[in-house]
């Protein structure tokens, strides 16, 4: 027993229902689908660096989850009686980044990854249970930093292209900044690693990658294993966040054969967001990522295809169908499409942005940044809700925190609940009429240079980060010439397209949400005129699910 890590150690406590026990009648329930086996000592259940696992109920005994066994041997929890192992990627399928090790003998209940994730699809009570447990398992890891490690340089664009990747889809990981750790420095030269390899990724199972792509890491983790498209689906939908979810979702649950692609990660745009209050059914507010992570899990329990990355380029109608090209050569086709894409963050027009996004300029503000700036200086650009929304977020755990508007009335373009909560935090500064004229600092941000719009007095503030969120423009490049759109890009839709973009209907109308081409529509903040809202992306999302039933019936 000397070897197995986590002897002595007290079983961990739940966390915000991290860690919950299961009643006799679920442990029945389980014995139902799973099998009864015994455990011993040292016995390792699945270790990290798997493609996959099973689901483990200990009727008796405990179970260590180590992070490096039979190395590192970092005790992440230790289960007893009635709890259970495992933790999102048991339901996504990714790969395994911790060690499950009995720790004390005992009975368990083992049920195979394919019966748990339809057990999670059919029994609401053990269903809510497993999914807010390891909903929080996840937050705790990624706090924790536990999986992959990249190792890089906080300059390198790569090694911020690599920590958004993870950062957006979810995934644990570590970092070391090659700017100040020397160990990981010399580590590297060990292993005969140069800077122009750098960054490094090193897998859990040791061994490491230099410089991989986001394609590259997702397929070595799991992130897309849906194997091939069918040669043509029903529904295509390009795009998924909060929109092209509800699309995929709906469309996957009315029997549709159905195909989500997004470019970065699930969840889009909300899943940056650190607080979601006005999303119906949330009366405490829901995390951006959580959101995401609950639609992904119940698409897919309908059957949808979710594939990430996978960046649309080009779109073109075939015979009868439609074929979207992505990157990389793949083409997906589809009897009808859903334009899903969303739009990006403006950026300030100011000289050597580039250079401090990533380190200073942030386009998002979610724990990860928050970290980044824990106790610094920091300003917010933007007066609409999202901007509102991270200044409360980002006042609890920064040194000093101001929000900066162009004009004199917060109220104009922010939500009455927002204003209320920044007017009463006294961590939060409103500085109006101001706008940033220039970003100052060697290796990072340091101090930022603000005008007065009514005097033009120009002053420096000092800022280790600003964040920026003041309006976005649409990801519609790779629709140009293909579907009609309006001065500022956006897809137009139903009643709104004119009349000289309806040649492609010969003499019928489009539907609602339908664009210049018969079969492929336009739905969330893509959609011109649309309100920029979870609520209404995923309500659009769905409709469109409705309308493309209408089309193929015609
Ligand atoms: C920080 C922040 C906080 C917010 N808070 C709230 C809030 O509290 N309440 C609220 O109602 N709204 C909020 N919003 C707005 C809300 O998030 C958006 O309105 C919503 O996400 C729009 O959904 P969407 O699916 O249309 O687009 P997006 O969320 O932008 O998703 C579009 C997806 O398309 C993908 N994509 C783009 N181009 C391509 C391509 N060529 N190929 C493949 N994929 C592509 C992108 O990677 C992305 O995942 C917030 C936004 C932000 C940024």
Not at 270 to 285: C, D, K, Q, V, W
Not at 298 to 321: I, S
Not at 418 to 440: C, P
Request: charged residues 25%; negative net charge; contains cysteine.
């Amino acid at each position: 027993m000397a070897d197995v890590p986590g002897i002595g150690l007290p079983e961990t406590g739940d966390n915000h229902g991290a860690f919950p026990r299961l009643t006799d009648e679920q442990l029945d329930v389980l014995r139902g689908i799973g099998t009864r086996r015994t455990a011993q000592p040292g016995e390792v259940l699945f270790r990290e660096g798997d493609d996959s696992y099973d689901f483990f109920a200990i009727e008796e005994g405990s179970i260590a989850i180590v992070q490096g066994y039979g190395g590192e041997n970092r005790v992440i929890a230790v289960h007893g009686a009635h709890r259970f192992t495992g933790e999102l990627n048991l339901l996504t399928g990714t790969g395994v980044y911790l060690t499950a090790v009995v720790r004390e003998p005992g009975t368990l209940i083992e049920i195979a990854a394919d019966d748990l994730r339809e057990l999670v699809a059919e029994n609401e009570e053990l269903s809510n249970l497993i999914m807010r447990a390891y909903l929080q398992r996840r937050e705790i890891l990624i706090g924790m930093g536990t999986g992959l490690k990249i190792i890089g340089s906080r300059f390198s664009p790569d090694t911020r292209r690599l920590r958004e990747f993870l950062t957006r889809n979810r995934l644990p990981y570590r970092w070391r900044d090659l700017e100040d750790d020397t160990e990981a420095e010399e580590f590297l030269r060990g292993l005969g690693v140069t800077p122009a390899e750098t960054p490094v990724v090193i897998w859990t199972r040791g061994d490491l990658s230099r410089n991989p792509s986001n394609a590259e890491v997702a397929a070595r983790i799991g992130l897309s294993s849906v194997g091939p498209p069918p040669p043509l689906c029903d529904l295509v939908v390009i795009g998924a966040g909060p929109a092209g979810l509800s699309a995929a979702l709906y469309g996957a649950s009315e029997g549709l054969d159905t195909q989500a692609v997004d470019e970065v990660a699930l969840g889009g745009q909300a899943s940056t967001s650190s607080r979601i209050e006005n999303y119906l059914g949330f009366p405490a507010g829901i995390s951006g990522s959580e959101l995401a992570e609950r639609a992904a899990v119940q698409a897919r329990k309908f059957g949808a295809r979710l594939v990430v990355p996978g960046v649309a380029v080009g779109l073109e109608q075939e015979d009868g169908h439609y074929a979207v090209a992505l990157a990389g050569g793949e083409v997906v086709r589809g009897r009808t499409l859903i334009v899903a894409t969303g739009a990006q963050y403006n950026k300030l027009d100011v000289p050597d942005l580039e250079r401090f996004e990533g380190v200073g300029v942030y386009y998002a503000a979610t724990p990860a940044e928050a970290r980044l700036c824990e106790d610094d200086p920091v300003l917010i650009v933007g007066g609409g809700n999202s901007a509102g929304q991270a200044a409360i977020f980002l006042s609890r755990t920064t040194g000093s925190c101001h929000l900066m508007i162009r004009g004199g009335d917060l109220g104009k373009s922010m939500s009455r609940y927002l204003v209320d909560q920044i007017e009463r935090d006294e961590r939060l500064g409103v500085m109006q009429h101001t706008e940033v004229r220039e970003l100052r600092g060697d290796d990072g941000l340091e101090a930022v240079v603000v005008q007065d719009t009514r005097t033009g007095e120009r002053r420096e503030l000092p800022a280790k980060a600003l964040f920026v969120f003041i309006g976005a423009s649409p990801h519609t490049d790779w629709l140009r010439g293909q579907v009609a759109l309006d001065d500022k890009s956006f897809v137009l839709a139903g009643r709104d397209l004119p009349e000289d973009a309806l040649d492609a209907y010969a003499g019928d109308r489009p539907l609602f949400l339908e664009t210049s081409r018969p079969g492929v529509f336009a739905v969330g903040d893509v959609h011109a005129g649309s309100i920029k809202r979870v609520a209404s992306a995923v309500g659009e999302g769905s409709m469109a699910v409705r309308l493309v039933h209408q089309r193929l019936a015609r």
